[in-house]
């Protein structure tokens, strides 16, 4: 092959070279930290390298899509999804900061990890080809793995990650497993290429069922889809809240995009026969996931299924599977970034008043409005935000998805979507309603205790993260221009 | 020539094995052990499927399969280590401390 070829087009890799080539930098300088000292500067410089990638990604933004080497695009839609990845990291890492002793001693560890994961997240949404699907896959898998089990002396924190570890290597047996069929279905591990040789009547079309239940497995389970998402509430209930914070955001936005663009560019043909079964696991997503979030007890563990249930509204998106629909996804996605990692701050700032360690359980945030004022607003728009009540940002997600779907057909599926939104309020409100209404039981001794200040970053990611709930929420079209879709 | 079919069933068959073989052991060095059978099923599938097409996609595709599954083995055995320090035991049944 001619090296030229190498470098034609590489722009569209820009802001994964910047990530990467910052990890390095970042490995070369806590090698050369002395003891305990500096992992306040490798925070810095972790933000200071997100947001040259940003930078990158607004730099390539307005460009035509164009392809490099058979194997990535950028186009609206890969760069939107990337955005929504990047913010999620730079909030994520504004959040680590200060928050676990492992993080003064192994920061360069920490902080790179981090940016490799989002490297791997933001190469999964601009995937063509199913070889640079897979490894994108497991670049930010085997760094969540690690990044889960980081607070080593809570066994919680190592047993979230043994199982998180054991069933995502699992799952990726099957997603790979499914690949493989595709490649054999199609000839060729190129999107647009699996296309072509099948909607001209050539290849294996035997192989393609069987491989897009294997990649639904696969996709399933990281993006926690039910029957698929057992290990959601664990892993997020033990991990460390700052990487539990990304990590939702994170393997959503980025599993979503490389599952829409690899069934809308490779098997649109198809439509038919997957778009039922994904509707049905849309619905059980939906169900389950709020229902079980009904009689949670742990802030945290309702977090989670909360955002199982959210991962079931962003599939109706990919259910209807138009263009109109990928870009309401990425709107979604963008809302959800902040109004989730909004809530996961304010559950963190709330673990460091009650001296708990890593959790919050709901029933200590009787009467939190009179002791933290402020937290107690930040937390009730979010959770106003999540459960999608107008106008925040929350609710115009939900909103473009559930119009799209409609548009293509899917009537029903958005009834029921809109009947489990209803179910949704209620723990949302849950929360609202004990932290205004209801006084704490033991009212003596909880309020003895001295306010703990929250660390300056968290302040920030809260104030950034209501700022844009409520502009997002105030000006949805503006955004909703902003974020593209497939093909755009 | 053996038939692409042949390989595919016999790949299908070791995948499920090593599927059943996760589900069913409770030692998480062996469900490591299953994860690789799995993973090198897909090798099988790959290459058969290679050589039916006549290209090397499907080849290059087992060289990744084989780098990651190196990558994910060296990450799983130290959360394992980690693991055992915190409870002496590889026994996944004992991993039981986060529960709904």
Known sequence: ?488 | MVETSYYLVLAAIIFTVGATGVLLRRNALIIFMCIEMMLNSVNLTLIALARQWGNLEGQIFVFMIMAVAAAEVAVGLAILIANVRHRQSINIDEINLLKW
């Open chain 1, 1 to 488: 092959m001619d090296t030229a070829l190498l470098f034609d087009n590489a722009v569209v890799l820009l802001p994964e070279l910047v990530l990467a080539v910052g990890v390095m930098v970042l490995m070369m300088v806590d090698i050369g930290r002395r003891g305990q000292n500096g992992s306040q500067l490798l925070a810095g410089l972790s933000v200071a390298i997100l947001l040259l990638g940003i930078g990158a990604s607004v730099m390539i933004w307005g460009r035509a899509p164009v392809e490099y080497l058979d194997g990535a695009i950028s186009d609206g839609f890969a760069l939107s999804v990337r955005l929504v990845i990047l913010i999620a990291g730079v909030l994520g890492v504004l959040l680590s900061r200060n928050w676990f002793p492992a993080i003064e001693r192994q920061g360069g560890a920490f902080y790179s990890l981090h940016l490799l994961a989002v490297i791997g997240m933001m190469l999964m949404g601009t995937a063509t080809n199913l070889i640079v699907l897979f490894i994108a896959l497991e670049i930010f898998s085997l760094a969540l793995y690690i990044l889960s089990g980081f607070y080593r002396e809570n066994a919680r924190s190592i047993e979230a990650a043994m199982k998180y570890f054991l069933l995502g290597a699992f799952a990726s047996t099957f997603f790979v497993y499914g690949c493989a069929l595709l490649y054999g279905a199609g000839g060729s591990s190129k999107f647009t290429q699996i296309h072509e040789t099948l909607a001209t009547g050539g290849g294996n079309p035997s192989l393609v069922l069987p491989g897009i239940a294997l990649l639904l497995v696969g996709f399933g389970f990281k993006v926690s889809l039910v029957p698929f998402h057992m290990w959601t509430p664990d892993v997020y209930q033990g991990a460390p809240t700052p990487v539990t914070a990304f990590m939702s955001v994170g393997t959503k936005a980025a599993a979503f995009a490389g599952f829409f663009r690899l069934m809308m560019t490779a098997l649109p043909s198809f439509h038919d026969q997957w778009a039922m079964p994904l509707a049905i696991l849309a619905v059980l997503t939906m169900t389950v996931g709020n229902l079980t979030a009904l009689r949670q007890s742990s802030v945290k563990r309702m977090l989670a299924y909360s955002g199982i249930a959210h991962a079931g509204n962003i599939l109706i998106a990919l259910v209807a599977g138009t263009a109109a629909a990928s870009s309401a996804a990425a709107f979604y996605l963008f809302a959800y970034a902040f109004m989730n990692i909004g809530a996961f701050t304010v559950t963190i700032a709330l673990e460091r008043q009650y001296g708990n360690e890593n959790d919050v359980e709901q029933s200590r945030l009787a009467g939190a409005a009179e002791r933290f004022p402020v937290l107690a607003a930040a937390m009730a728009i979010f959770m106003l935000s999540l459960s999608g009540i107008p106008p925040l940002a929350g609710f115009f997600g939900k909103f473009l998805v559930f119009k799209a779907a409609v548009e293509a057909g899917w009537a029903w599926l958005v009834v029921i979507g809109v009947l489990n939104s209803a179910v949704s309020a209620y723990y949302y409100l849950r929360i609202v309603v004990a932290m205004y209404f209801q006084q704490p039981e033991q009212a003596g001794d909880e309020k003895e205790q001295p306010f703990v200040p929250a660390s300056r970053s968290s302040v920030f990611v809260v104030v950034v993260s209501v700022l844009a709930v409520v502009v997002i929420g105030l000006q949805p079209g503006l955004w909703a221009d902003l974020l593209r879709g497939l093909g755009q």
